[in-house]
C-alpha cells in the first residue's frame, strides 16, 4: 500500500515562529502536494512538486514555501507563522504517469496562536 | 484554473436508503479524470471511485457509482444501500490530463446516516 507520512497530526505554534510541517511518501512517486483544508473552502493548492528540487506554486503561496531535496521528502515551511494560517494541511502524492490518484498523508491540524 | 463546484455543503440520507451528491466542473479540455474522495472524522482522505473522461461507461465501485454527463460537465456520486460508515465528507475532484498535475477539488458535502 502507498503511504503518506506527516510528521505531525496536531501542532500549536506561536506567532511569529518558523514552522515546518513534513511529509514522505514511500512509493516513489514523482508528484507531491500540499493542500490547506478550511470549512466551506475545501481544498486550495499551496504548492507542488514534479521533481526533485522542483516547485510549482499553487492557488495560495503567499506566507508559505517548500522544500523538497529528495524525491521522497516534501516540506511545507511557514516563514513566520500568522494566526490567519491556523488550518489543516494535507500533504498528497501521486505517480507522474495518469489516470492515477492522489494519495494522501492523515493531516496536520496547525493552530498559531 | 480549473473549477469544481459542490453545491450541496451538507446532506443526510437514512440508513439503507440511496443518496446522490452533486458536482459540477467548468473545463475546456476534452480529455481529464474525475475523483469521488471520502474524508470519515478520522481525516484520511481515501479514493472513492475515479472516472476517465473518454470512457462512456459510468464507474461503479460496489455501493458507488457515478453518473458522468460529459457535455453538461456533471459527475453525481450515488451511494445505495447507505451504511452508517459512510458518514463523511466527500469531495470532488479534476485532473487534467494534458498538461499540468494539479488536482483540482470541490468545496465538500457533509454527509449525514440517519440510523
Same mark, same amino acid.
Given at each position: 500500500d502507498?503511504k503518506?507520512?506527516?510528521?505531525?497530526? #496536531?501542532?500549536?505554534k506561536?506567532?511569529?515562529? /518558523?514552522?515546518?510541517?513534513?511529509?514522505v511518501?514511500?512509493?516513489d512517486?514523482?508528484?507531491?502536494f500540499?493542500?490547506?483544508?478550511?470549512?466551506?473552502?475545501?481544498?486550495r493548492?499551496?504548492?507542488?512538486?514534479?521533481?526533485v528540487?522542483?516547485?510549482?506554486? =499553487?492557488?495560495?503561496p503567499?506566507?508559505?514555501?517548500?522544500?523538497?531535496?529528495? /524525491?521522497?521528502?516534501?516540506?511545507l515551511?511557514?516563514?513566520?507563522?500568522?494566526?490567519?494560517?491556523?488550518s489543516?494541511?494535507?500533504?498528497?502524492?501521486?505517480? =507522474?504517469?495518469?489516470?492515477?490518484?492522489?494519495? !494522501? =498523508?492523515q493531516?496536520?491540524?496547525?493552530?498559531v496562536? | 484554473?480549473q473549477?469544481?463546484?459542490q453545491?450541496?455543503?451538507?446532506?443526510?440520507?437514512?440508513?439503507?436508503?440511496?443518496?446522490?451528491?452533486?458536482?459540477?466542473?467548468?473545463?475546456?479540455?476534452?480529455?481529464?479524470?474525475?475523483?469521488? #474522495?471520502?474524508?470519515?472524522?478520522?481525516?484520511?482522505?481515501?479514493l472513492?471511485?475515479?472516472q476517465?473522461?473518454?470512457?462512456?461507461q459510468?464507474?461503479?465501485?460496489?455501493?458507488?457509482?457515478?453518473?458522468?454527463?460529459?457535455?453538461?460537465k456533471?459527475?453525481?456520486?450515488?451511494?445505495?444501500?447507505?451504511?452508517?460508515?459512510?458518514?463523511?465528507?466527500?469531495?470532488?475532484? #479534476?485532473?487534467?490530463? =494534458?498538461?499540468?498535475?494539479?488536482f483540482? !477539488?470541490?468545496?465538500?458535502?457533509?454527509?449525514?446516516?440517519i440510523?
Amino acid at each position: 500500500d502507498v503511504k503518506v507520512t506527516q510528521s505531525s497530526r #496536531y501542532l500549536v505554534k506561536r506567532t511569529g515562529e /518558523k514552522v515546518f510541517l513534513e511529509c514522505v511518501q514511500d512509493m516513489d512517486h514523482e508528484n507531491m502536494f500540499w493542500y490547506r483544508q478550511d470549512p466551506g473552502l475545501g481544498l486550495r493548492l499551496i504548492y507542488f512538486s514534479y521533481d526533485v528540487k522542483m516547485k510549482e506554486k =499553487g492557488d495560495i503561496p503567499e506566507g508559505y514555501s517548500v522544500s523538497r531535496e529528495k /524525491k521522497e521528502r516534501f516540506s511545507l515551511i511557514l516563514e513566520s507563522a500568522s494566526t490567519n494560517q491556523t488550518s489543516m494541511y494535507l500533504c498528497a502524492s501521486s505517480p =507522474g504517469q495518469h489516470p492515477t490518484e492522489a494519495f !494522501f =498523508g492523515q493531516g496536520t491540524r496547525l493552530t498559531v496562536v | 484554473a480549473q473549477t469544481v463546484t459542490q453545491s450541496q455543503p451538507e446532506m443526510s440520507v437514512q440508513e439503507a436508503e440511496t443518496v446522490t451528491l452533486s458536482c459540477t466542473y467548468d473545463t475546456s479540455e476534452s480529455d481529464y479524470y474525475l475523483f469521488w #474522495y471520502k474524508q470519515p472524522p478520522s481525516r484520511q482522505m481515501i479514493l472513492v471511485i475515479r472516472q476517465e473522461a473518454y470512457k462512456q461507461q459510468n464507474a461503479t465501485e460496489n455501493r458507488f457509482s457515478v453518473n458522468f454527463q460529459k457535455a453538461a460537465k456533471s459527475f453525481s456520486l450515488k451511494i445505495s444501500d447507505s451504511q452508517l460508515g459512510d458518514a463523511a465528507m466527500y469531495f470532488c475532484a #479534476y485532473r487534467s490530463a =494534458g498538461t499540468g498535475n494539479q488536482f483540482y !477539488f470541490g468545496t465538500g458535502t457533509s454527509l449525514t446516516v440517519i440510523p
